[in-house]
């Protein structure tokens, strides 16, 4: 029992840890991030933050892993290869509007990618590659069934993601903006990403592809 109790600290205090190393990395990037300052909002010290973690490159490899990890679950969660390939499409979109919620790995992204993107995990590109592929591969079969496509996949697929992260980013502080004069048009799908707005999503792609589902 005592050993269960140790071990559940232990794994709270991990968590806390790698949560504020979260914030710190997408607020300053990997450069600007330091560890007094992590130690310091997540209220322990330095020496203890090493030891449940280790030091700022551990620190960074485990928070990147975690948010690379997410956003994989969000994009392959219950695949299966037998499904029609509008149904893959479908589950490659609403995961990623899942991922487009991702703040921080974005933020972290984004910055690490100006400064020349050298602390960015290999996974990252190849993480993006997989989620290309696998699209367009379900463009493929469609067109395999006799619809012509009349858009690369990969641009359709990049267009997707910048969609719902633009969205999400920009559209709540666009709809509460004094001088908005399209308020009512963006409650019709809602400033956020949900299900009605990835059903629109959904339809505009498979209007691009030639399948009216």
């Not at 592929?133 to 993601?161: D, Q």
């Amino acid at each position: 029992m005592a050993r269960e109790l140790m071990k559940k600290k232990r794994t709270d205090k991990s968590n806390h840890i790698i949560e504020i190393a979260t914030e710190v990395f997408s607020e300053k990037g990997y450069h600007g991030a330091l560890t007094d300052e992590i130690a310091e909002r997540a209220g322990i010290s330095k020496r203890s933050m090493y030891y449940y973690i280790g030091d700022k490159d551990m620190l960074y490899e485990t928070v990147m892993k975690n948010l690379l990890d997410q956003s994989q679950i969000h994009l392959y969660q219950e695949q299966n290869e037998t499904e029609s390939p509008e149904k893959k499409i479908r589950r490659l979109i609403h995961g990623m509007a899942q991922v487009a919620k991702l703040r921080p790995l974005h933020s972290i992204v984004m910055r690490e990618l100006f400064a020349g993107g050298e602390n960015l995990p290999p996974t990252l590109s190849k993480n993006i590659d997989n989620y290309l592929e696998r699209f367009t591969e379900a463009c493929e079969e469609i067109a395999c069934g006799g619809k012509e496509l009349s858009i690369s996949p990969i641009m359709l697929a990049w267009m997707i993601f910048a969609f719902f992260l633009h969205w999400d980013i920009t559209m709540p502080f666009v709809y509460d903006g004094k001088e908005c004069t399209q308020r009512n048009a963006i409650e019709l799908v809602g400033k956020n990403i949900n299900e009605k707005l990835i059903k629109e999503v959904e339809k505009f792609v498979f209007n691009v592809l030639g399948v009216y589902k």
